[in-house]
């Protein structure tokens, strides 16, 4: 059995961070209101609606975008379903998943005939969509209730591979659970898929992940940092898969473990002058730069050094992006309520971030709030901060 | 309702109630008066009354209904080329409400619109030119395409002058009852330069410790703003100690949301109140010059940040 499978929520209690999204679709499903649930996926939609079907003990009716959904298809298979009752359950919910997938031309008329089945159906009605965007559907999400799903944050997901981790018996360490749970970028279907890999392969002692990718480019790292030899240095991405942009972020993180002082300086001094160059590359489309580019990134860092270095010094992958995105999660408040700040004094979200603490008096200010329109994770931020 | 924010509730309404750009107010007053503006580019630093225009030309055409007939974009939030395709062609191809000729787009902070999306934006300008009207505002206009320059008559608006400012100062302090000293008018003009925005805002934050506003209190408040770990940044690389500097530069960065640029502002007044050599600290102001020039060419700012404090590091 896939983990996907085993660990798949049998109660609304396992679902991790979307409390506020099953609270609205319970309401709606004990009121028989027809729900359109948006979000992207992966994030426990369809899982939320199953789970409280077993709660409730009712029967799901599903089509999803693997059934032939245009009129004809929708009516036979939906019709009958939405006016007789269940024989063995509660009651019953006609789910229509992955609404999006019915949009184009082979199911023609579904989307009607989906809206047909919506006001003549006995039952609750919920739909799933991804595309948070489209427009297709805005009809739709006039006679329904929208609910929207928020992506999970990169700790949601690691708390849950932790979990799932833990009870298998995986052993496998913290930091590549977290680059396991950022790679989903909030998708936890992905990032359970992704740890079944480590399932059956015992890599509970070795950090896998930067092995696999820092085999071919420690031995380019150590030639650039250690050699001496011009004609080695030059060559040294000659054969590497990254792309330029990946190689600066190794050097980069790598560099002052070997280097300081001057040598730090003028190996620097290079990186920065081939950035220089890719910011002209990306400016004026003009590709000749690549090989200055190049050249200054390998020969002008490999001879940044007065003397040939030795010792064994352990690359590591660059934590620059991980950074980012951890400071982004945190900032995620924040950042939404200078959006609002921004949005009445005729600002940018990044100017009144910028000015937030200019604005933070304020916000212990109830007709302020009120005329930011917080909502409550931002007011419990407030309170917090 | 007034708004809780003073710079929002004394932004001016009317061309009248407007301080200083003496000149391009006239020549817009002039344009509204016909009923007809033309596509416009507004150059100039921040807070000199760039977006405060473009909301008065939109209040005194349109009247109550100025909010239906006119969309403001912050390009800075907005930049790609979907709100161009998306966002302001569903607006522009309305028609537009009341008696007004067209609607009025406002495009704030274009410097940092996509090229892609400026080239999109020359044929939405002219398809559109029967029913709508556009406003860029930038701080420097040499960011938009010159396609799109010379589709717009093109305002530079210039920093507030003191006696602007002091006026402007006058009046907030009639209005929300404070008392502040002549001192106060200079501190205030020398940390803001002519920028309204930093200016309320500062007041504001000062006004709520207290109505009373000395120029010491307006300069520990300034003060909030600028990351307190700069210091440490730079004594950190003269030591040698690249990596602490390096991780303590980007965790500031990320947390306060600044930019490259704003983080070479900082160290470079930082540098001045280090105790070294005045030598030193001309060779490194230049050098700051120098990575702030590489960082406008360049792609990847935080690696020039590095290039700088490693320059630092070197004895």
């Known amino acids: 059995m896939l983990l996907i499978d085993k660990y798949k929520p049998t109660s609304t209690k396992e679902i991790f961070g979307q409390d506020r999204a099953i609270d609205e679709l319970k309401k709606c499903i004990k009121s028989k209101k027809t729900a359109i649930l948006l979000g992207k996926s992966g994030i426990g939609k369809t899982a939320s609606i199953y789970a409280l079907a077993n709660e409730f003990n009712y029967e799901i009716v599903e089509s999803n975008s693997s059934d032939i959904r245009n009129k004809e298809g929708v009516i036979n298979f939906l019709g009958s379903a939405s006016s007789q009752g269940s024989l063995f359950y509660d009651g019953k919910l006609i789910l229509i998943d992955e609404i999006e997938g019915m949009a184009g031309n082979a199911d023609k008329g579904g989307l009607n005939a989906v809206t047909e089945i919506i006001k003549k159906s006995n039952f609750p009605v919920i739909l799933t969509c991804n595309d948070v965007q489209s427009k297709n559907f805005s009809s739709l999400k006039k006679i329904c209730k929208v609910i929207s799903f928020e992506p999970l944050s990169y700790s949601i997901v690691f708390e849950l591979l932790k979990n799932v981790s833990k009870k298998e018996g995986l052993g496998i360490q913290d930091d590549l659970l977290k680059s396991l749970a950022i790679k989903s970028n909030g998708d936890a279907r992905a990032a359970l898929i992704d740890l079944e890999f480590f399932r059956y392969n015992d890599f509970s002692d070795v950090n896998f992940l930067s092995r696999d990718m820092s085999q071919d480019v420690s031995q380019a790292l150590r030639v650039l940092f250690k050699s001496k030899n011009p004609k080695s240095i030059s060559e040294v991405f000659d054969s590497l898969h990254e792309d330029l942009d990946e190689i600066t972020l190794w050097i980069e993180e790598n560099c002052p473990k070997e280097y300081s002082g001057e040598d730090l300086a003028s190996c620097f001094d290079s990186l920065s002058k081939a950035d220089v160059f890719n910011g002209r590359i990306i400016k004026r489309q003009y590709y000749r730069f690549l090989v200055y580019r190049r050249i200054l990134m390998s020969l002008g860092v490999g001879l940044a050094k007065k003397e040939k270095k030795l010792g064994q010094v352990n690359y590591t992958r660059s934590s620059r992006i991980l950074k980012m995105w951890i400071w982004n999660n945190k900032n995620l408040r924040k950042k939404s309520i200078s959006g609002k700040i921004g949005g009445i004094t005729h600002a940018s979200l990044k100017k009144s971030f910028k000015e937030f603490i200019f604005y933070k008096h304020l916000l212990n200010d109830k007709t302020f709030i009120s005329e930011l329109e917080l909502n409550e994770d931002e007011i419990e931020w407030i309170n917090k901060n | ?315």
């Open chain 2, 1 to 315: 309702m007034d708004s809780s924010i003073w710079v929002e509730r004394h932004r001016p309404k009317t061309f009248d109630e407007m301080v200083g750009q003496k000149e391009i107010v006239k020549r817009i007053k002039a344009f509204v008066g016909h009923k007809n503006v033309p596509n416009m580019l507004f150059a100039g630093p921040a807070g000199v009354g760039k977006t405060t225009i473009a909301l008065v030309i939109a209040r005194e055409l349109y009247g109550d209904s100025w909010r239906e007939n006119f969309l403001e974009l912050n390009a800075s939030d907005d930049r790609g080329i979907d709100v161009v395709r998306n966002t302001i062609k569903d607006f522009a191809r309305t028609k537009s409400i009341g008696d007004a000729p067209f609607k009025i787009i406002l495009l704030d902070e274009s410097d940092s619109l996509t090229r892609d999306a400026q080239q999109a934006l020359r044929r939405t300008m002219e398809q559109y030119s029967n029913s709508c009207r556009f406003i860029f505002s930038v701080n420097y206009s040499s960011k938009i395409i010159d396609p799109i320059q010379s589709r717009c008559s093109v305002f530079r608006f210039r920093p507030l002058e003191k006696n602007d400012v002091r006026e402007i100062i006058t009046n907030i302090a009639k209005h929300e009852k404070l008392r502040v000293e002549e001192k106060s008018v200079y501190a205030l003009f020398e940390l803001c330069g002519g920028d309204v925005r930093r200016l309320g805002n500062i007041l504001q934050s000062c006004a709520s410790v207290d109505k009373h506003i000395t120029s010491e209190l307006i300069y520990k408040v300034a003060s909030y703003a600028d990351p307190k770990e700069v210091r440490d940044i730079l004594s950190l690389a003269i030591k040698g100690e690249f990596i602490k500097s390096r991780d303590l530069l980007l965790n500031v960065m990320l947390r306060d949301g600044l930019s490259g640029i704003d983080m070479i502002k900082q160290i470079q007044k930082e540098i001045w109140n280090l105790q070294i050599d005045d030598i030193k600290k001309l060779s490194m102001t230049e050098r700051c010059g120098e990575i702030e020039f590489r960082m406008v060419e360049g792609s990847d700012e935080f690696l020039q940040m590095e290039g700088l404090i490693a320059s630092f590091c070197k004895k």
